[in-house]
């Protein structure tokens, strides 16, 4: 953990997060497959999604979607290379061709980490490909993409809780923070 000393000023409550899911769950569900075999596939970038997904999925899951789950992870190209070089450090090794995916991430910031990720899932022919995203900061956008369910939009601050991490730390947080270093 860095030395510099901070606080953290919470923004969204558990309550506010735990209504809000259940919205973006219904506008999930009401766009899902139907059919009794219309399973969809729930991807998560590691490491950040994973307090949304679990909650995401189990709300899915009250909603009668059936799904099967996977993660992705992105990492830089390694030192000395230019920033911005993505390149897969886990792949999913389920079969996504023809089928209904949603891909979930904390935050989209940048871009470039679901632009990365949105079309090396889209070479894999999936028949519908949708995105999901926690919280949008898009005042830092590069890449042009943009999410199809959006929890909430925040402005350029750096933020904590709920899977969202500084230094690793504060994930487990129920409720989302703006991290205010001291002066
Ligand atoms: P890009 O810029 O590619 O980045 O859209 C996406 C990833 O950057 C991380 N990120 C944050 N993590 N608080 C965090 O804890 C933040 O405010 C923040 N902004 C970006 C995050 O891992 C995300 O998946």
């Given at each position: 953990m860095q030395n510099k000393p901070f606080s953290l000023k919470p923004i969204l409550s558990e309550a506010?997060?735990?209504?809000?899911?259940?919205e973006i769950a219904d506008r999930i569900a009401r766009d899902c497959p139907k059919s009794a075999d219309g399973e969809i596939?729930?991807?998560g970038l590691l490491k950040g999604s994973f307090v949304f997904m679990?909650?995401?999925?189990?709300?899915?899951?009250?909603r009668g979607i059936s799904l099967v789950i996977d993660f992705m992870s992105v990492s830089?190209?390694?030192s000395g290379t230019a920033p911005g070089q993505l390149a897969l450090s886990k792949d999913i090794s389920t079969d996504v061709g023809g089928?209904?995916?949603?891909?979930?991430d904390d935050?989209?910031?940048?871009?470039?980490?679901l632009y990365f990720v949105h079309n090396r899932l889209a070479s894999l022919k999936p028949a519908v490909l949708k995105t999901c995203v926690f919280l949008d900061k898009p005042e830092r956008r590069k890449a042009d993409f943009h999410a199809d369910y959006v929890g909430y939009?925040?402005?350029?601050r750096f933020v904590v809780g709920y899977g969202l991490d500084y230094d690793n730390r504060f994930r487990e947080?129920?409720?989302?923070?703006?991290?205010?270093?001291?002066k």
């Open positions: 506010d997060i735990h209504k809000r899911t259940a596939v729930v991807i679990a909650d995401m999925v189990r709300l899915l899951h009250a830089s190209y390694g089928r209904f995916v949603l891909l979930m935050i989209l910031d940048t871009g470039n980490t939009t925040v402005p350029d947080l129920p409720y989302v923070a703006v991290v205010q270093f001291d």
